[in-house]
């Protein structure tokens, strides 16, 4: 059996050769899937957990995975010269650096009952967004739980081209990039 996103790939599958005799289903895409608005009460309890916690916040969600140039020197050697992905790694780290400018500058700009919570991407790391941030009292960084009830519970969403964008905006989350 195969598993596919939808009725789409499901019959370009069933017509190559190399899936005769195999059974495709279209069973949809759950991460997205559960972005409907069928689902939102999945997150109802975990979203009122967080408001009790932090209160009214935005999030920043980070997803650049190139946080330092240690970083960037190691995925330049596994690179191993293509200058196309060298360019991508290249402009990844500048993006991040960017990205880390802005929380500065947010979190010196919004009021002072106001939050941010910052949620890495699993690839990066906890404790080196904790050396960029430290001395930022109204950024928390948080990464537990699945992104959803953060997303919902939040003000606006803060991004960088990750999906998160989208699953704000179907939600009617206002989302900057």
């Known amino acids: 059996h195969v598993f596919t996103i939808g009725e789409g790939y499901k019959n370009i599958q069933e017509h190559l050769s190399q899936f005769e005799g195999v059974k495709v289903h279209a069973t949809g895409w759950p991460r997205i899937d559960l972005w409907r608005e069928d689902f939102i009460k999945l997150n109802e309890y975990e979203v009122k957990k967080i ?104 003000d606006a969403v803060i991004q960088y081209g990750s999906t998160v964008g989208l699953q704000a905006a179907l939600n009617n989350i206002p989302s900057i990039q």
């Not at 690839?123 to 990464?143: A, P, T, Y």
Request: aromatic residues 10%.
């Open 51 to 154: 408001r009790k916690k932090y209160g009214s916040y935005y999030l920043m969600i980070s997803s650049f995975n190139v946080m330092t140039q240690d970083i960037l020197n190691q995925r330049r050697k596994e690179c191993k010269g293509n200058q196309s992905q060298i360019d991508i790694e290249i402009a990844r780290f500048e993006a991040f650096k960017n990205f880390v400018e802005l929380a500065k500058l947010l979190s010196k700009s919004i009021d002072k009952n106001e939050k941010i919570i910052l949620r890495p991407h699993p690839s990066e790391s906890l404790e080196e967004w904790e050396k960029i941030l430290f001395n930022l009292e109204n950024i928390s960084i948080v990464k537990e739980g699945s992104v959803a009830p953060w997303i919902l519970g939040a």
